[in-house]
């Protein structure tokens, strides 16, 4: 190849999709895996049309300031994909310059990608969709439509509609009534909005993905109440040609100590099906430490508000229900460690429960007086 300055090293190779294909399917997550980063330099727009399987999107001219997150190890392998306009190859050089020295360009780019559809190369919009869609297949999570649930209103029936969305998506548009409840936090919250063993509990989102998960959460954790997803969330409910509402939700606090407290129990139950291991903060700093030879990703799942009046240094702000949809925004490099932090355990392991299960390596920050510095930082 020739697009690149006389400095530029040996570091930088063509691939051809078969390579990159077989590294995506033989890679593996886990202590074992040869990690893997592989970054699409295209701007937002093209990435949303489909990207290779696994693909970050690090558009070229954000690269050099946000690489660091996400590929902290200089010396990871790392696949670079463009339109086949040859914008991969500016990145690569911009990444050789920063001292990455495992540094690959995807021949043809996307294009030559999605050229192989008689070989079934895989694509992508966002792979929390196809989790979540298994994990219904596999827990038969049962569900309401919004006729019915309306119904049940009309009826004067005992209902409360937890959308696990973000703030901002909620107060965009939800179902009239819904109180708001993000996926990392529905453990955390469910006591306070929900006190009562008997109430129905209706789980929705936009479409499907985060009900689902913000549903089986709740099954699994074995809350006593009766726990449904919404059906095609918000857009089953205009489908349906009910009004949504929009706005805040102007009941939304803090987690009162009781609530917590049970969180704590409910995630238990999750931790009892898939073991998340919880580290202390000396097997972190290790860890940290031996950047060299591993990636240690440390991910704070709080709120952003939260993360911003204080948090863990060297920590990255990825509230759990949006790292859950779309992991690949944060976690480029496939293979790695990743360690979640929060400032009483709940939000973190109930995000790390799931993110077991999607095959990565993922441990708990133990919750000690530091936390609870963080706690205390964000209340104030």
Excluded at 123 to 145: E, H, K, M, W, Y
Excluded at 350 to 361: D, F, I, K, V
Aim: aromatic share 6%; hydrophobic share 45%; proline share 5%.
């Amino acid at each position: 190849m020739n697009p690149f300055t006389s400095e530029t090293t040996l570091s930088i190779r063509d691939i051809q999709r078969a390579t990159l294909h077989t590294w995506l399917t033989q890679g593996g997550l886990g202590p074992t895996a040869h990690e893997l980063a592989v970054l699409d330099v295209r701007e937002p727009a093209a990435f949303g049309n489909g990207a290779p399987l696994y693909a970050t999107n690090l558009p070229l001219a954000r690269l050099d300031v946000e690489v660091a997150n996400h590929v902290p190890r200089r010396s990871v392998r790392v696949v670079l994909v463009d339109d086949g306009d040859g914008d991969a190859a500016r990145a690569a050089a911009v990444l050789d310059r920063l001292g990455y020295t495992d540094l690959y360009v995807l021949a043809g780019g996307v294009p030559a990608w999605k050229a192989a559809d008689a070989l079934g190369q895989p694509t992508f919009d966002i792979p929390g969709n196809i989790f979540a869609g298994s994990i219904r297949d596999l827990q038969a999570t049962p569900s309401i439509d919004a006729v019915r649930l309306q119904a049940l209103r009309d009826e004067g029936r005992d209902v409360v509609v937890l959308d696990t969305r973000t703030p901002a998506e909620f107060a965009d548009a939800h179902v009239p009534g819904a109180l708001n409840a993000p996926g990392e936090e529905i453990l955390q919250r469910f006591l306070d909005v929900v006190p009562d063993p008997n109430t129905f509990v209706v789980v929705s989102c936009a479409g499907l993905p985060r009900a689902i998960i913000g549903a089986q959460t709740l099954i699994d954790a074995r809350v006593p109440n009766r726990v449904v997803l919404l059906e095609d969330g918000t857009v089953g409910w205009t489908r349906a040609s009910f009004e949504l509402e929009r706005g805040a939700d102007a009941t939304r606090q803090r987690a009162s100590d009781a609530a917590v407290t049970y969180a704590v129990s409910r995630a238990a139950e999750l931790a009892a099906r898939v073991p998340v291991p919880v580290v202390d903060r000396a097997t972190l700093a290790a860890w940290r430490a031996d950047g060299e030879r591993r990636t240690t990703y440390v991910l704070d799942v709080r709120s952003r508000d939260e993360y911003d009046a204080g948090h863990l240094d060297g920590a990255i702000s990825s509230p759990g229900g949006q790292l859950l949809g779309v992991t690949y925004r944060t976690l480029a490099t496939r293979g790695a460690r990743v360690v979640l932090v929060d400032d009483d355990g709940t939000r973190a392991t109930t995000t790390a429960y799931w993110l077991r299960q999607r095959g990565w390596e993922v441990a708990v920050l133990a919750a000690d007086s530091e936390s609870s510095s963080l706690k205390y930082a964000a209340a104030n």
